[in-house]
């Protein structure tokens, strides 16, 4: 054990001095999930159908892939930048799916990617994922990766490989027993965000209103996730965030910011855009935050072992000590969770507290649930939370009207398959249009109002197709933090709600969203908080 830490040190420090050089690659889909139809997104792509699928086809009643209809390269251009859909892609499913019908290819140069947007088809395409399901290569962020000679992570990460990976990293973040042992480290970080929001609010004439919702939840969240992670506390709830924390939060928004722009570059041309240095930079910084924490977890384990104490911990003290991953490994892993679990569960709690502020008859319901679970002041726990079907039924709902992956993808690398009428050849790229299915009225009637009661358990509830939406997306490639992330949405929102009345920002705005790689809110979400005790 004592061996594989020192091997441990040793390649960190390495790596470390690496992440201070120049140069290098990549962005990236996030989640490979595109923005626009990722829009470039992806290098891999959909190959025209083959000549032997086209005979396939023909000889059967099955359509070819360059059969089906759709927009040309300019005209996607032209919906991307001429109608200003670049930040609107969520919508441009929607009004694509008019024009072309449920399934239908659009062309980015030579990459060809089907979209596929009725809760049946998507279904039919991911049941035929294959063993190892690949999102997307990620080619920029595997360059980056590369250049620097750092491991890929879940999100990154392809083949037999990725199964090894997920394999060591699924049970302490997806098993029910472990994941509710994360309830009172989650919990006092919920009990500084409120604090957080009694000061905030102070801050502002008249003492109720708290500015970008989204911004505060972000620290939230990485707080949050930090905690779980590293077993320690980040400071980004106190008054004065440390400057690290601050540079982690705009390196973030960075590489998001750049990533679906650089992907519309052949690779090649990549070490000469102008921004290509700086969204080196922002990775690197990405990487020696998690590197620095994970450093400091390895000398804290090898003070305890020289004292011979015992060593115990949660996840990273238990990824360095159990040894089924080599330090760069692990690092490469930590900072993928650590990018993947900070503003997909902030921007949900956001627009879930936007939602409720707008709907005081669902916010008093929910209030009544929490309250007669956990009167006075005691605080939610997970087994209180299994008691709460409305809360629960107010995230689903957030996230169908805000899927933080507005389009997942799915590129099949085992075999040709059949989508509807059609069969695809091999490394065809599929782009779920989930907010296009989220938006159906035939799967959600008034699918524009907040309506969680339509996920309670009643007599009248209307059944919605189990891929209607699948936000944490599906199978063995599904989200690695959905249970954590679940468990801090639960926490904080019955928190919240439980502390104080959220109003909405009193000047009426309204807030839409964009995509920026993620779904996210295109302008601040400004609420007024409340007393309910002193009500
Ligand atoms: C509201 C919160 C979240 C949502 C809606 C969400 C959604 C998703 C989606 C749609 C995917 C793609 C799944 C697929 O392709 O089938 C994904 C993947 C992933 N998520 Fe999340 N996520 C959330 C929070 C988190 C958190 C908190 C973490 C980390 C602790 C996390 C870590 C990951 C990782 C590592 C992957 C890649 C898994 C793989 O490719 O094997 N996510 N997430």
Redesign the pocket.
């Known amino acids: 054990m004592f061996s594989h830490l020192k091997r441990g040190c040793y390649s960190l420090k390495r790596l470390d001095a690496q992440a201070g050089m120049g140069a290098a690659a990549a962005a990236a889909l996030r989640?490979?999930?595109s923005p626009a139809p990722s829009a470039a997104a992806v290098s891999y792509g959909a190959r025209r159908a083959s000549s032997s699928t086209q005979a396939v086809a023909s000889r059967g009643r099955l359509k070819a892939m360059d059969e089906l209809p759709g927009p040309s390269f300019l005209t996607s251009l032209y919906w991307l930048f001429g109608k200003g859909y670049f930040q609107k892609a969520h919508q441009m499913q929607i009004e694509h799916s008019k024009i072309y019908g449920p399934l239908w290819k659009s062309k980015y140069g030579p990459l060809v990617i089907v979209n596929v947007a009725t809760a049946e088809l998507i279904e039919q395409v991911l049941r035929q994922e294959g063993r190892h399901p690949v999102?997307t290569d990620m080619p920029h962020w595997r360059t980056y990766r590369e250049l620097r000679n750092h491991a890929y992570g879940?999100?990154t990460e392809l083949g037999a490989e990725?199964q090894r990976i997920?394999s060591i990293l699924n049970p302490r973040?997806l098993k029910p027993k472990h994941v509710s042992t994360y309830t009172g480290a989650i919990n006092q970080v919920v009990s500084d965000f409120i604090f957080k929001i009694d000061w905030l609010r102070q801050t502002q004439a008249g003492g109720t209103i708290v500015h970008d919702m989204a911004g505060e939840l972000y620290k939230f969240a990485f707080e949050g996730?930090s905690t779980v992670l590293f077993e320690t506390r980040m400071g980004c709830l106190n008054k004065t965030i440390p400057e690290e924390t601050q540079k982690f939060i705009f390196s973030v928004g960075e590489m998001f910011r750049l990533s679906p722009i650089i992907v519309l570059f052949p690779k090649s041309t990549w070490p000469y855009l102008p921004f290509w240095k700086h969204f080196v930079s922002v990775w690197d910084h990405l990487f020696k935050v998690a590197g620095d924490l994970v450093e400091k977890k390895m000398t804290e384990i090898s003070a305890k072992m020289k004292q011979g104490e015992p060593v115990e911990g949660e996840y990273l003290t238990h990824l360095l000590v159990s040894e089924q991953m080599s330090v760069n490994e692990v690092l490469g892993s930590i900072t993928?969770?650590l990018l993947?679990?900070v503003d997909?569960?902030s921007n949900?709690i956001s627009w879930a507290l936007y939602h409720l502020a707008r709907d005081p008859l669902i916010q008093n319901q929910l209030s009544d649930e929490v309250s007669s679970i956990c009167p006075g002041d005691k605080v939610p726990t997970s087994d209180d939370i299994t008691k709460m079907p409305l809360l629960k039924a107010v995230v689903k709902e957030t996230?169908r009207m805000y899927p933080?992956?507005p389009g997942?993808a799915r590129i099949t690398v085992d075999n040709e398959i059949v989508v509807g009428d059609y069969i695809f050849p091999k490394n065809t790229l599929f782009h779920l249009c989930h907010y296009a299915v989220s938006y159906d009225a035939q799967n959600f009637p008034q699918p524009f109002d907040f309506r969680p009661e339509r996920w309670l358990r009643n007599a009248d509830r209307f059944k919605q197709h189990p891929f209607s939406s699948v936000?944490?997306?599906?199978?063995i490639?599904?989200?690695?933090?959905?249970r954590?992330?679940e468990l801090e949405?639960y926490l904080i929102l019955s928190r919240l709600i439980k502390h104080y009345e959220v109003r909405p920002d009193p000047s009426g705005a309204t807030v839409q969203p964009i995509t920026r790689t993620l779904l996210v809110p295109s302008t601040s979400i400004n609420l007024q908080f409340l007393d309910r005790k002193a009500q």
């Not at 936000?471 to 199978?475: A, I, K, S, T, V």
Request: overall charge positive.
């Open positions: 989640y490979g999930a999102r879940p999100l990725w997920r973040m996730i993928e969770l993947a679990g997909t569960t949900t996230l933080v992956v997942n936000p944490f997306g599906f199978g490639r599904a989200c690695l933090g959905r954590v992330a949405m």
